[in-house]
């Protein structure tokens, strides 16, 4: 268990330029989750991936936003046209198949930041 | 739907005395409940969790919550604080019925603790 891992750890970059997140989630963990977290919140529901199927999207996510996980293994998190509002911290969770009573596992997150 | 109330956006105490954060949650399935603590700049830990099992939690790092199911709580203690748990914590709930298994997170509580 080598836990989950997100990169980059931070993003810089100017409004209107789209980024690209990545996330490696703990080997043998089906399902694969992704939120928001402002300064000062706690963290927020995007979306999340039972293998390569996604199975749900928050209203948060608005259309500038695209998640894949193409073989069911890692994530991406893309975000397009970025804004000042999307500056954040975009924290990913794996989670083994069993619902709501598994815990999520948390990787120290992505920072992002619009200049 | 599922909402999670945290008390106190802050809690002070003194290094070897009791810690109490409080939480209140509202859901309505049988709820799976956590608590998750965030140092600065990193992902969340588990600490504990509540799946309609024991009623008294015990997690790590001697931390426990007990569920009140008549008082919809679900509060977080520890006998004698160090200064290692000066952090953030997180009250989370999730539910088993239908729908996403994203969780939905308290504002959090702001642990410090005085030398």
């Known amino acids: 268990d080598t836990g989950v891992s997100q990169n980059p750890r931070h993003k810089i970059t100017k409004r209107g330029q789209n980024v690209t997140f990545r996330c490696d989630p703990i080997s043998e963990h089906n399902r694969l989750y992704w939120y928001r977290q402002t300064l000062g919140q706690g963290p927020e529901f995007l979306t999340y991936f039972q293998n390569e199927a996604q199975l749900e999207k928050s209203r948060l996510l608005s259309d500038r936003f695209s998640a894949e996980r193409p073989k069911g293994s890692f994530s991406t998190l893309e975000i397009q046209r970025t804004e000042q509002g999307d500056s954040a911290m975009y924290l990913c969770a794996s989670s083994s198949s069993g619902g709501a009573r598994q815990p999520q596992h948390f990787g120290d997150g992505t920072r992002l930041s619009i200049l | 739907a599922q909402s999670v109330t945290q008390l106190d956006s802050h809690v002070s105490v003194s290094e070897g005395t009791p810690v109490l954060l409080r939480c209140n949650y509202s859901?309505?399935?049988?709820?799976?409940l956590f608590w998750y603590v965030q140092h600065p700049n990193k992902g969340l830990q588990l600490l504990l969790k509540y799946t309609s099992a024991a009623t008294l939690v015990k997690g790590i790092n001697g931390f426990e919550a007990e569920f009140k199911k008549s008082e919809t709580s679900f509060h977080l203690t520890k006998p004698s604080a160090h200064m290692s748990d000066a952090a953030e914590y997180f009250c989370?709930?999730?539910?088993?019925?239908?729908?996403?298994?994203?969780?939905?997170f308290g504002k959090g509580t702001h642990l410090i603790i005085q030398p």
């Open positions: 859901s309505s399935y049988s709820p799976s």
């Open positions: 989370v709930v999730n539910h088993s019925g239908g729908g996403a298994d994203g969780l939905t």
